[in-house]
């Protein structure tokens, strides 16, 4: 099947660093990519929706200036947490969807757990 | 707006029994897809099942099927001879056929495989 990679898979930052999680699609072109959190023993929440070439689209509730997407090509879609602070510390996940038509399965990375100390 | 739920926070069942997760949703639309998918305690998201809501066919995949009741907006999931390798938490999900491709999650089942 499809991979979709998740870089880095695990992080430690500092209160009001930022960081970046990238979410790439290795074999195949994916024109949306989406991006969920996950706290502990709960289920996976959808942030953001990220399209290629255009602003990615919010949940309710989801801060845009906070965490920021970029979508650039059909193959990478970026999530970058700013001025993170340790109510950030969860556990990221990316999936994409393969262009085309008829595409109904996503492909999930394998995620990235963010802490901030 | 969709909404998922699993009623069934914890489930166990012992090695080589069949076990059935519970699903049902919400929904107004008339064409969607119905997925239950498989959280490992590595965290990476596994498809075990998917279903189209046009299909009237419940969908098998080896050791798995699904219940698919679309007047009562249910779905579960049978695991049939269950193994080891089976426990983790497994999360049904929605998506739309039309409009964003986005993934509506259940609350999760911890499913625990007893020797």
């Known amino acids: 099947g499809a991979v979709v990679s998740q870089h880095p898979s695990w992080v430690i930052c500092k209160s009001g660093t930022s960081v970046k999680i990238e979410c790439r699609s290795l074999?195949?072109?994916?024109?949306?990519m989406f991006w969920y959190r996950q706290f502990p023993k709960q289920s996976l929440m959808l942030m953001a929706t990220?399209?290629?070439?255009?602003?990615?689209?919010?949940e309710q509730g989801v801060e845009k200036d906070k965490f920021l997407i970029n979508h650039a090509s059909l193959t990478l879609s970026t999530l970058t947490v700013t001025s993170a602070h340790p109510e950030d510390s969860s556990f990221y996940i990316c999936?994409?969807?393969?262009?085309?038509?008829?595409?109904?399965?996503?492909?999930f990375g394998q995620g990235t757990r963010l802490t901030v100390v | 707006a969709q909404t998922v739920t699993q009623s069934q926070p914890e489930m166990s069942v012992q090695e080589a029994e069949t076990v059935t997760l519970s699903c049902t949703y919400d929904?107004?639309?008339?064409?969607?897809?119905l997925f239950w998918y498989k959280q490992p305690p590595s965290r990476q998201m596994i498809l075990v099942i998917r279903?189209?809501?046009?299909?009237?066919q419940n969908a098998t995949e080896n050791r798995f099927s699904v219940n698919f009741q679309k007047a009562a907006k249910s779905f579960s999931l049978k695991i049939s001879d269950s193994q080891l390798g089976d426990a983790a938490m497994y999360f049904c999900?929605?998506?739309?056929?039309?409009?964003?491709?986005?993934?509506?999650f259940g609350q999760g089942t911890r499913l625990t495989i007893n020797p």
């Open positions: 999936s994409a969807t393969a262009l085309g038509q008829g595409a109904t399965e996503a492909f």
């Open positions: 074999d195949f072109q994916a024109t949306t």
């Open positions: 990220s399209n290629e070439g255009s602003k990615a689209t919010y």
């Open positions: 929904t107004s639309e008339s064409d969607y897809y």
């Open positions: 279903q189209e809501a046009y299909k009237q």
């Open positions: 999900a929605y998506r739309s056929a039309q409009g964003a491709q986005k993934l509506v």
